[in-house]
């Protein structure tokens, strides 16, 4: 029985098309059930639809107030009873009661080696400190942002000539690798949040697991 995944997503959905990819390719043993956006107007949403996966606009302008939006949101992930709640570049700070109700199975792809960088701007800012290391981490969703237990990081070099462009590049293809094979771990079991530790393979993840993919190719 495949696991089921809900992607949440805010613009164009690189993630999601390339979990998507690794679904269709048979390396993901997982039904993507349905992409959910707060953007009506969201190209993930759109890639989503080309490929047959029911696509979800959840727009916080119908709303009063973040808590309204987030119940609205919360239901409708609920209707197709995930295993998983994959942020995929959804751009919102959820409420404490969202983040409850997906507890322990809800992860997060964040642009930078966390806990370096929370937040936005993380290539303008590391770039800017001088930094010779980025890329990406995958974490456990928590009330703190950006600061749930972290699962795995990808490792890519800032070069002497690189700008948030070139460097946001990079990180997306390392992103497109390691994103893939982290949900797979949780798909197949082997990764479990027990009392807010990370167990991958039944024992506790002392340090995320890095990668390195500096060759990668979209």
């Known amino acids: ?27 993901l043993p997982i039904e993507i059930c349905a992409a959910v956006s707060d953007r009506p107007d969201a190209y993930g949403l759109e890639r989503a639809r080309s490929l047959g996966i029911t696509a979800v606009s959840v727009s916080p302008k119908d709303f009063p107030d973040r808590a309204s939006h987030d119940r609205a949101l919360m239901a409708a992930i609920d209707e197709y009873t995930p295993d998983l709640v994959v942020c995929a570049g959804y751009m919102r700070i959820f409420t404490g009661e969202f983040v409850q109700r997906f507890a322990d199975r809800m992860i997060n792809i964040h642009p930078s080696l966390l806990p370096a960088y929370k937040g936005l701007h993380t290539h303008r800012r590391i770039l800017e400190d001088g930094g010779t290391q980025h890329g990406c981490t995958v974490h456990y969703v928590t009330e703190e942002l950006d600061g749930g237990p972290l699962v795995g990081q990808a490792v890519v070099p800032v070069l002497p000539d690189d700008n948030e462009d070139t460097l946001a590049a990079r990180v997306h293809r390392a992103e497109h690798h390691l994103y893939p094979e982290i949900i797979g771990w949780h798909a197949t079991g082997r990764l479990t949040l027990i009392g807010g530790a990370v167990h991958l393979d039944g024992a506790p993840l002392l340090q995320p697991v890095r990668r390195s993919y500096v060759d990668a190719q979209d």
């Open 1 to 27: 029985m495949s696991h089921r995944v809900v992607i949440l997503l805010s613009g164009s959905g690189s993630n999601f098309a390339a979990i998507a990819q690794a679904m269709r390719d048979g390396r």
